[in-house]
């Protein structure tokens, strides 16, 4: 059967563009270095030149270093299209790899389209809403809870705030009074010893006994104790 209809032939699949600027890049690149080598081919010829003397040698020299010129010419045009193909394919690339991005952009962005509607299914405005005003009925309920539990217990209700004021005025000016004299309120001041002598009443001590001159105010200090009585001399308690 293969012999009458042939066999199917397997087409190799084409090349892409990375294969294909690899391939002209080396090209290029076996193209330069024929260049360069024509380049010392002709500085050597150039040599020669400067150093023969015009005649037939020098005019062969010259012929040869025209043909390598020409040989140079030739390569260097086939380097400037192989770079302009490489260019090319270059800028063909930078687009094709620019399409593959906006094309998973476009992928990733109906995907999270997708999500976003399925999750704008399950949350609406209005439950949000009803949600916030539960929310702040709550919390005016927790303020008046609170209210309650904050207030004072047998506390009159009938008190007049005038009347209040008007105490406080009262207090104030009996403390402005108290502290008028030495800037220090009564209740603050230190308690003061009172007099016992002049409570008392006592009678004033013996003129002899305060009234002494010379040397009798130690004799008397010496003849009494330390109640203020006559001391008893030493000698009598000896005998």
């Known amino acids: 059967m293969k012999r009458i ?14 294969d294909a600027s690899d391939r002209i890049n080396k090209r290029g690149e076996s193209v330069e270095d024929k ?42 045009g086939q380097r400037d299209m192989l770079y302009n193909q490489t260019f090319n394919l270059d800028q063909v690339s930078f687009a094709a790899e620019g399409l593959k991005d906006a094309q998973q952009t476009m992928t990733a962005l109906k995907s999270a389209n997708k999500e976003l509607k399925g999750m704008m299914k ?3 405005i209005q439950d949000i809403d009803n949600l916030q005003d539960e929310m702040m009925d709550l919390m005016d309920v927790s303020s008046e809870i609170q209210d309650s539990l904050g207030r004072s217990y047998n506390v009159p209700d009938d008190i007049d705030e005038d ?11 009996d403390m402005g009074n108290e502290t008028e004299a030495d800037g220090v309120p009564s209740y603050l001041q230190p308690d003061k010893e009172p007099d016992l002598d002049e409570e008392l009443d006592l009678p004033p001590p013996p003129p002899g ?13 010496q003849a009494e104790d330390e109640w203020g009585l006559p001391a008893v001399p030493r000698a009598s308690l000896r005998g």
């Not at 009347?163 to 000016?173: C, F, K, Q, R, S």
């Not at 305060?210 to 200090?221: C, D, L, V």
């Open 5 to 18: 209809f042939g066999a199917k032939n397997n087409k190799e699949p084409p090349p892409s563009i990375q």
């Open 35 to 76: 260049v360069k080598r024509l380049d010392a081919e002709l500085c050597k010829y150039k040599d020669q030149i400067k150093r023969t003397r015009p005649g037939p040698a020098q005019e062969a020299i010259k012929a040869r270093a025209v043909r390598v010129l020409k040989q140079k010419k030739m390569y260097e």
């Open 122 to 124: 399950t949350v609406k």
């Open 163 to 173: 009347d209040l004021m008007g105490e406080l005025d009262a207090l104030e000016a």
């Open 209 to 221: 006994r305060t009234t002494t001159t010379g040397a009798q105010p130690e004799r008397a200090a």
